[in-house]
């Protein structure tokens, strides 16, 4: 027996020691001192309601991501279209959305709903109308089940895209997640500079290459004369003394061409002004469609717009090859600095809103913080006072895995890069209370046992045998509904989850394993008929 609890007593002091290690880089004043210099950087991280910082609801458009992606389609359709020899006037997007394509020479038909078929299953034809000098009409429109996955990519797209950006600025455990009605929560603990994360992160980034029709009057649009297929937008050059102006441009609403298909974007300084600017690449299926759209629209002006915003409009020279271009504009070396960052990271596939915004200051946390030890406290405090007079030294070894079971729980915090938010630590509180229920069965299993005239040394194995099984069945019952809650739950319901799931893992360590030792070694040194405090 000795020999047993000689390696049982060796494993609890080495996952005590363990989890010291991992707890005191939390502890604050040790960081920064000689000893946590050699200590790991386990840091227990502070969710948003403790450590401040920014909560963001943004919105998702997801029709203009859908409008899009038609245009996209109706590039393709024609571009394809010629490659099988069949003529295709531009297509043009309407309300709906649908896609109007007009195809010369009514002899194609089979071939270029065959075309459809095979090529474009995302698209279904809504009517077709046979017109004058040999040309067919169709309306096309997406399908249902295209329209389902477009929507939900949308949505999982700028997850991603948002959490990229969020990762330049180094901010620990962001909070980033789907919500419903196309929205997206975003929570940034500790942000220090929340003003340029707004910017940052609410920047659509949405960069579109539209063609510019010079043969529209610009003070003719801004009085509503315009054409079916334009739009009314607005340039902003920047004169020899630096003064910004803006005049009106005329733009094709149809966008030629996207963002969606950068790879690295870069902000550089342009020689022979000394202006920012910033560099795109694109990848292979980009650089063939801006090769082809530089093709066909050679002496024509190529509007750059970020945002709904025409930054510059140069003149197409030639087809360019080699998928790269440039963005010209008033930018500083922050914004353009800024925007190599979103388009890096991606563009967003659609515009986003703010819909929500709240700061959570850091007093405000430390208040938080300074509430919760209080009521773990207190809790911890009226346990074991209870526990001490109750069951006496019992209840003095119940006590000291109590404190371990804390000890223990923020180490898993730890080692896990888990977040410890406010809910979590009403989880932390709730396993204090769990962890004492589990000594409680023992405890009166133990008497039970004394009482049937046992000894104390076989009353103990007894009682630990008989209890454990039932504390395994209700901790195992409670862990499998704290991953429900962490899997389908929000941000502060997961964190109460964590907690929780730590919390019994290490009071089912602490009340069976550790409690077990303490009572073998009280035991071993009295003689076998001796009374036990319990």
């Known amino acids: 027996m000795y020999r047993n609890l000689r390696w049982r007593l060796l494993l609890t002091l080495t996952v005590l020691l363990v989890a010291l290690i991992l707890v005191l880089p939390s502890v604050p004043g040790i960081k920064n001192t000689s000893l946590g210099k050699v200590l790991p950087d386990t840091v227990i991280n502070l969710g948003l309601d403790l450590k401040g910082g920014i909560h963001?609801?943004?919105g998702v458009d997801v029709d203009k991501a859908i409008e899009n992606n038609m245009a996209s389609l109706g590039q393709d359709l024609k571009a394809s279209s010629r490659e099988e020899n069949m003529a295709l006037l531009k297509p043009s997007v309407l309300p709906g959305p649908r896609l109007e394509a007009v195809l010369v020479g009514a002899d194609k038909q089979e071939a270029f709903e065959k075309l459809l078929q095979n090529q474009f299953s995302a698209l279904e034809i809504d009517a077709k109308e046979v017109q004058a000098e040999d040309r067919v009409k169709y309306l096309?429109?997406?399908?249902?089940?295209?329209?389902?996955?477009?929507?939900k990519l949308t949505i999982d797209q700028a997850v991603k895209t948002i959490r990229n950006r969020i990762d330049q600025f180094g901010v620990a455990e962001p909070d980033i997640r789907r919500q419903e009605g196309n929205r997206i929560q975003v929570?940034?603990?500790?942000?220090?500079?929340?003003?340029?994360?707004?910017?940052?992160?609410?920047?659509?980034?949405?960069?579109?290459?539209k063609i510019v029709d010079d043969s529209v009057d610009p003070a003719s649009a801004r009085q509503g004369l315009l054409g079916p297929g334009r739009e009314l937008s607005v340039i902003t050059s920047r004169g020899p003394k630096g003064a910004a102006t803006e005049a009106p441009i005329v733009l094709l609403k149809d966008a030629v061409m996207t963002g969606e298909h950068i790879t690295d974007a870069r902000a550089t300084i342009e020689q022979n002004n000394n202006q920012f600017s910033v560099s795109m690449t694109f990848n292979a299926r980009g650089a063939k469609i801006f090769e082809r759209v530089t093709e066909d629209n050679i002496k024509k002006r190529l509007a750059i717009v970020l945002d709904g915003k025409c930054y510059s409009a140069p003149v197409i020279q030639d087809k360019i090859a080699g998928g790269k271009a440039q963005i010209t504009g008033n930018f500083s070396q922050d914004e353009a600095r800024d925007l190599a960052i979103v388009l890096r990271a991606g563009a967003l596939p659609a515009p986003v809103s703010v819909l929500e915004q709240r700061t959570v200051g850091p007093t405000l946390g430390q208040e938080s913080i300074d509430a919760g030890i209080m009521a773990t406290g207190i809790a911890a405090l009226g346990i074991i006072v209870f526990m001490a007079l109750y069951y006496g030294l019992a209840g003095i070894f119940a006590n000291t895995v109590l404190l371990l079971n804390i000890v223990l729980t923020m180490a898993g915090l730890a080692a896990f890069g888990a977040t410890l938010t406010l809910p979590g630590i009403a989880g932390i509180i709730l396993t204090i209370v769990m962890a004492v229920d589990a000594n409680v069965l023992i405890f009166e299993r133990i008497r039970e046992e004394l009482r049937h005239g046992l000894v104390p040394s076989e009353a103990v194995r007894k009682g630990y045998d008989r209890a454990t099984l039932t504390i395994l069945d209700s901790n195992t019952t409670n862990v499998l509904v704290a991953i429900i809650l962490y899997q389908f739950g929000t941000g502060p319901i997961r964190g109460f989850a964590v907690t929780l799931?730590?919390?019994?893992?290490m009071s089912m360590f602490t009340a069976i394993f550790v409690s077990r030792i303490m009572f073998d070694l009280y035991i071993s040194k009295r003689r076998a008929d001796s009374a036990v405090s319990i």
């Open 501 to 505: 799931v730590l919390g019994i893992v």
């Open 140 to 151: 096309l429109s997406m399908t249902p089940e295209y329209k389902t996955y477009l929507s």
């Open 56 to 58: 963001l609801t943004l």
């Open 187 to 209: 929570q940034l603990p500790g942000m220090q500079d929340p003003d340029r994360a707004i910017a940052v992160i609410g920047k659509t980034a949405h960069l579109e290459f």
